[in-house]
């Protein structure tokens, strides 16, 4: 059976969204599930179509890279109903605006599957005018009542104008790299659709590599990017990737710094893809102007020509000493037909016919256009657009008398003094407010505001206060000094300078859990790749609230370090069954060893840093298993000095029970001898993948007995489960889903069979493999993430410890004997953190005694460090 499109009421329509189907089985979208031909989104949006019927209401609509929001957005569009388009990502401001706007539908998100369709009314409460198709709010995610009303013809043209400038071919896929919600967004979504062009939807950053994968396995063409997105892209080496189908990249929402303008057009043109910057607003529907790319190299500072079908006056200033320039003011078919403040201004029609864009500009020999100023309020930060007087409207509601300012830079706000009130609590308010990073919020709390001799605001005067150089509070952000100092803590380093990173100055994983934890309390959200970011880089990883406010996420390598430990401890006293969490830990110690031992790309420095992790594994086992030697006769010398693995692999009395950190210290002795021979070391820089899974291949030759080796235990020999920690080592280099689908099916072909009659087992550590090397983070929270980076950072002290303590409780209860052992391990590491503090203190102290400051306290970049006692696991 055929659905036919609901028919809309009074015949208007979007037609990109309404004739779908004639781009037949080419594909229209791309995402990690699989991909979906425009027969079928036709099929898909004309079934929604008809479910919200043919009775014209306003629908909300929570905007997200999804297949089931882009289905719902063309269904009503397709079927003539006006949709308000509202940050999936900003649960305040969705709240704000179906307040504000009582939508007659609303639609609800769900984790799979269609969206849930929630219809408050079958006819509308509103007067809705015929030409009405869309409301965005104009300051991005604020959510301010004031919205821009767009049309269906607004829509159109300005897709059509995109599509024909950029020259948008069925053949190219755009990724979906900026919020649907977003004006600029959304037209690349409407202008690939319009051509039959695919979308790659995916609501990962370009920061996270699990993107390109994407983009390169969907054949991806183009790129669209706000200035903080080139940001990103200067961190990931997009200058150095391998995109052999990338045709153009697009650039809008704010200013991109002539230089790099011209550096990535330069970089296009050597890498055989275009650079187009464009200028444009919410009111304009998304496009007025765009940079041809052969001008761009030229002409960096330009906003260019304009798109086809609008142009473009200078209307004159009187602020302005230069009379060439003037007010930027456009027409064209996609200028807005009006604003919107409440439900009753949906009825209106077209208040509007030109754009006054509030900028200044002037009109170049060449017939270029270029911004000189700005002559309203409004500011763009991050590429996101911000109304002072909203944020001055919302802090006066809270009681608070404020004036504020800004520039491409960051707010200012100046603010006076009220009880309960102090400036990290305004900064917190103001950044729910409007969705911008911490970092970009700067708080003065005077006595009086700044006022001129009239008694109206000075806001010059605001503007000139000087910001804050101790950075934004610890929740917030921090600056580089700030972080030079949580380094030199953490990693017991006084060298600490702001081209350091945590791997460059030898963090690894026995310190990674705690400096995530730490960094994150300060960042909010980590990018994958912190750790071999430069430190003066780092506070600008944190991701605006264009590309997404991100939830909080987890290293997966913690979460399967922190349930391993709680399942070796569980399973030996019987509270549960749930083995293989050692061997995991050894496949996750492998993952670790690439991303920190290997990351240098010194062949003595790789030696110092293993050696130095191999004693810190070494050490406090050694001091432990000195204690337990008093105690009881579980352990005689062989075990005290790490040396019964060796001497009787056979061997499964209660002495094989630190198997585990023996094996991890031999096959870390063992890859250090190796990689010390300079031929090993340059065959691995070379091949950084192939390396290890050559080494699979010699592990699995003794883990199915195909080598003359002594008798040996099958589950407890270093030699015999090598191979887990090089198949670890190799998900940590995979770089392609063809490197990831190779270490997986090893890990599903190999691990079952090697715990014989245990098929529970297995699956425990097929799926942490399986975690590792697809997912390298998780969702979480804040107290989930650090009760996960507790645990892992405690799981060697927990392993050692528990042998010993869990027996004195287990009579009583299990489930109290799992939480002493867990407790009492975390005690144990606090301890072992608290002697190499002190060691680290003596020992700076000797090498540096001029870098002692007043009081005998020691400064911000000696501060020695407290390393946590991790398996490299």
């Known amino acids: 059976m055929t659905l036919l499109p609901a028919p809309p009421v009074g015949g208007h329509a979007l037609p990109l969204a309404r004739d779908l189907a004639v781009h037949g089985d080419r594909t229209a979208l791309v995402t990690s599930d699989g991909e979906l031909s425009y027969r079928e989104l036709a099929a898909r949006v004309e079934e929604t179509a008809h479910r919200l019927g043919t009775e014209r209401r306003l629908v909300l609509l929570p905007g997200a890279p999804t297949t089931a929001a882009l289905v719902v957005h063309l269904a009503a569009l397709s079927a003539g109903h006006p949709v308000l388009l509202v940050p999936g990502d900003h649960p305040e401001a969705v709240a704000a605006l179906t307040a504000a706007y009582d939508p007659d539908v609303v639609i609800h998100p769900e984790d799979d599957g269609p969206w849930r369709i929630e219809e408050r009314r079958a006819v509308s409460a509103h007067t809705l005018h015929p030409d009405l198709a869309l409301l965005l709010s104009t300051s991005g995610s604020t959510g301010s009542p004031k919205l821009v009303r767009l049309s269906h013809e607004n829509l159109q043209a300005n897709a059509e104008s995109i599509a024909a400038y950029l020259d948008i071919r069925p053949t190219d896929r755009a990724a979906t790299t900026l919020p649907m919600h977003y004006c600029y967004g959304l037209s690349v979504i409407h202008s690939h659709l319009l051509r039959g062009a695919g979308l790659v939807l995916t609501g990962l950053s370009v920061a996270d590599a699990c993107f390109w994968d994407l983009f390169r396995t969907a054949g991806g063409t183009a790129l669209a990017g706000v200035p903080y997105t080139f940001d990103l892209l200067d961190r990931v080496g997009f200058a150095d990737m391998d995109l052999p189908r990338l045709r153009y990249v697009t650039q809008a929402g704010g200013r991109l710094a002539p230089e790099r303008v011209a550096r990535y057009a330069e970089l296009g043109r050597r890498r055989g893809w275009d650079l187009f910057v464009m200028y444009g607003q919410t009111e304009a529907t998304a496009r007025m102007a765009y940079l041809p790319p052969a001008l761009a190299a030229t002409h960096p500072g330009a906003i260019g020509v304009p798109v086809p079908g609008g142009s473009f006056s200078l209307a004159p200033v009187e602020e302005s000493p230069d009379p060439a320039v003037g007010e930027l003011v456009y027409t064209g078919p996609n200028v807005m037909l009006g604003y919107a403040h409440t439900p009753d201004d949906l009825a209106l029609g077209r208040t509007v016919d030109t754009l006054r864009t509030g900028d200044l500009a002037r009109r170049t020999d060449d017939g270029l256009y270029e911004i000189v100023g700005r002559r309203s309020r409004f500011v763009k930060i991050l590429g996101l657009r911000v109304d002072p007087g909203q944020i001055e409207a919302s802090l006066a509601r809270h009681g608070l008398d404020a004036l504020c300012t800004g520039d491409d830079e960051g707010l200012d706000i100046a603010a006076v003094a009220e009880p309960g009130w102090d400036a990290r609590r305004i900064r917190r308010r103001v950044v ?39 950075g934004p509070p610890a929740e917030g952000g921090t600056t580089t000094d700030d972080l030079r100092a949580l380094y030199a803590l953490v990693l017991d380093r006084p060298d600490v300078t702001p081209d350091s990173s945590f791997v460059s100055l030898g963090g690894d994983s026995l310190s990674y859990v705690e400096m995530s934890l730490r960094l994150e309390q300060r960042l909010g959200h980590l990018p994958p790749n912190w750790h071999t970011t430069p430190l003066r880089d780092l506070e600008e990883r944190r991701t605006p609230a264009l590309e997404g406010r991100p939830r909080r996420r987890v290293e997966t390598s913690v979460v399967l370090r922190a349930v391993a430990i709680v399942c070796v401890v569980g399973s030996h006293i019987s509270l549960f069954d749930l083995r293989g969490g050692a061997h995991l830990l050894l496949a996750v110690a492998g993952y670790n060893f690439a991303r920190f031992l290997l990351s240098s790309p010194e062949r003595r420095e790789r030696i110092r840093r293993t050696g130095r992790g191999i004693a810190r594994i070494a050490v406090p086992t050694m001091a432990w298993t000195a204690f337990a030697l008093l105690v009881d006769d579980d352990y005689d010398l062989s075990n005290l000095f790490l040396l019964h693995n060796a001497l009787w692999p056979e061997d499964m009395s209660s002495r094989i029970h630190l198997w585990f950190v023996e094996a991890l210290v031999y096959i870390l002795l063992a890859l250090t001898a190796l990689l010390a021979v300079p031929a090993v070391h340059r065959l691995e820089r070379r091949f950084p993948y192939g390396l290890p899974v050559a080494l699979v291949g010699l592990g699995l030759l003794a883990r199915y007995e195909l080598v003359g080796l002594p008798a040996r235990a099958q589950i407890t020999d270093a030699v015999t489960v090598f191979w887990l920690f090089a198949l670890g080592w190799a ?105 190499v503090h002190h060691v680290s203190a003596r020992r700076a102290a000797r090498r540096h005694p001029a870098r002692r400051t007043r009081a005998g306290h020691t400064g911000p970049a000696l501060t020695p460090g407290r390393g946590s006692t991790t398996p490299k696991a």
């Open 432 to 470: 729910d407010e409007c969705g911008l990073p911490a970092r970009a919020v700067h708080v003065h709390v005077l006595p009086e505001l700044p006022r001129l001799a009239s008694g109206k605001p000075d806001y010059r005067a605001v503007s000139a206060l000087p910001r804050p150089t101790d």
């Open 731 to 835: 998900a940590a280099q995979s770089r392609t889903t063809t490197h990831r689908l190779l270490v997986t099916l090893t890990a599903l072909a190999t691990v079952p069979g090697f715990f014989p009659g245990e098929p529970r087992r297995e699956l425990f550590v097929m799926a942490g493999f399986c975690l590792l090397t697809w997912f390298p983070t998780l969702p979480g929270s804040h107290r989930l993430n650090q009760l996960a980076g507790l645990l892992a950072g405690s799981s060697l002290a927990i392993y050692l410890t528990h042998w010993q303590t869990y027996p004195l409780v287990d009579g009583v209860s299990e489930p109290l004997a799992l939480l002493v052992s867990l407790a009492f391990g975390i005690a144990y590491a606090k301890v072992v953190d608290k002697l």
